[in-house]
Structure formats: C-alpha cells, structure tokens
C-alpha cells in the first residue's frame, strides 16, 4: 500500500491531492516529504475572505509537519499561490491543512494538544520529535477554539466553598456551576 494511499483514506483535502513522497536526511534522522498538489482545474481560495479567485503567482515550497507515521518525521511539501482577489488584493491562499503561517497541519497540533493533556509538554515533545514550543502553540490553539466555543448558556449560578487545609488562615477554594433544570 502506498502512503498516498493512506494519507487519502484519512486525512483527504478538497482541491489537492497527493504527489510523490521521498526520504530525506534531516539531522541525525530521515524524514518523509510528501507532496502536495492543486487538483487541475482548482482555483485558489482567498486566505482574506475565503473566496475563490484566480491565482496569480507561485511562492517557493513551504513545508508543514505532520504527524509522525511509525516515529518517522513527516512532512507536507507545498508551494503556496498567490491569489489575485477583486476584494482584497493579491493575498496567499488559504489551505485546508493549516491556519495562516503556522508550519504545523491543524491535525498535527490537535494530536499534540490532546497527549499534552495526559503528559508533560516536554514529554510530548520528546515523544513526538518536536519542539516543546510547538507543543504550546498546538494546546493555546486548543485552549482558543474550547473559549470561542464555550456555551454558558446553561449556567444559571457558580457556588463558591472554602476549606482549610493548612493551621491559620490557609484556605482552598473549589468553584462548582450548577446548570438549569431541562
């Protein structure tokens, strides 16, 4: 079975696809590139307002780390379009895989913030072969989404109770929301 084959069976993007992968020596270890391709016939999409537009020009090949497969590095190869925009101007195109500059896929920053939560982020980078920065990006992003999609809707009042546990005044407080009755 080919990466290829596997790549599409699990993480697809609509308007690419997947060309030829490569090893390469990065280091001490070896890598896998994977490249990616526009569909013929696709048009890019304004990273701006997030319509399509006719592309412009080609930038050099950018490339995003993925999840590693088997404990190998892995790597999307992509040469990002310019977009000519009626609305924003010439801007790059937005790509499925990853938000704005980040050379982190969006998967592989969701893989990373969720072990964040069950180890200790040099652990995770250490597991993972990356970067304990990179480690905080992926759970800030974690932590960012969770905000902006919180629903307090149903919180109708938080309780607040102290207890001691130390000699004198050294207290702990415990918060608990009670929700609404369905």
């Not at 090949?61 to 379009?81: H, N, Q, T």
């Not at 905080?136 to 207890?163: P, Q, Y």
């Amino acid at each position: 079975m080919l990466v290829k084959s596997i790549l599409n069976r699990v993480q697809r993007h609509r308007g690419f696809v997947y060309g030829s992968s490569r090893w390469r020596e990065q280091g001490k270890s070896t890598v896998l590139d994977i490249d990616i391709r526009p569909r013929d016939g696709s048009r890019p999409i304004c990273s701006g307002c997030g319509r399509s537009a006719p592309g412009y020009d080609t930038m050099p090949a950018r490339r995003f780390e993925f999840i590693p497969l088997w404990g190998i590095a892995v790597f999307f190869v992509y040469a990002m379009r310019r977009v000519d925009c009626p609305r924003c101007g010439v801007k790059v195109e937005k790509v499925p895989w990853a938000e704005g500059k980040n050379h982190l896929t969006t998967t592989y920053a969701w893989f990373l913030a969720r072990w964040a939560r069950r180890l200790s982020w040099k652990e995770v980078g250490e597991a993972f072969q990356t970067s304990w920065d990179n480690v905080f990006r992926s759970v800030k992003m974690a932590v960012a989404w969770g905000l902006a999609h919180r629903d307090l809707e149903s919180v109708t009042a938080i309780g607040i109770d102290e207890i001691a546990w130390k000699k004198g005044h050294k207290y702990a407080s415990s918060a608990e929301s009670v929700g609404r009755e369905q």
